[in-house]
């Protein structure tokens, strides 16, 4: 982080770079800065991973091939295996879309009582040397 002084009041404050930024989804306006809100950084790449992994193939116009298939797994049957696959299809799927993650691991738990599988992802960005977690939450509901 830079440190930067004003020479006016000659307060030290921290600037943290921005190496990615993305909009958030809805587009809202900052009340003060009158600019659209945006996520930075490991937001930023949490947000698009999470974005993801939760769209199907072919739900994106003219991207047919952008990603994941996680939806028809969540409906199997809970076994190890299945929690397999679904680990190696996260990591297939940030590999192949998300240039700016590099996976380290994916751990995958399933609740069979509430229905629903946590997928507790662990990746670097390109910029950052400390890993960064993500845990996302997969519901059967339809």
Known sequence: MAVVQRKDILTAYKVQP???????????IHPVKKDLVRYTNENAV????????M??????LF???????IR???FEHATPATEQM????????IADYEPRATVESVDVS????QHYMTATIIFTIINK??????????????
Do not use: H, W
């Not at 991207?63 to 298939?69: E, L």
């Not at 679904?86 to 990591?91: G, P, R, V, Y």
């Open 18 to 28: 921005e190496y990615y930024s993305d909009f958030l989804d809805d587009f809202d």
């Open 46 to 53: 949490k947000r698009s991973i999470k974005n993801l992994l």
């Open 55 to 60: 769209t199907n193939r072919g739900e994106r």
């Open 63 to 69: 991207q047919n091939d952008i990603g994941s298939d």
């Open 72 to 74: 028809g797994l969540l």
């Open 86 to 93: 679904l680990a190696d299809l996260i990591k297939n799927t």
């Open 110 to 113: 399933t609740s069979v009582d």
């Open 129 to 142: 040397q400390e890993p960064v977690t993500l845990e996302v939450v997969l519901d059967r509901i339809r």
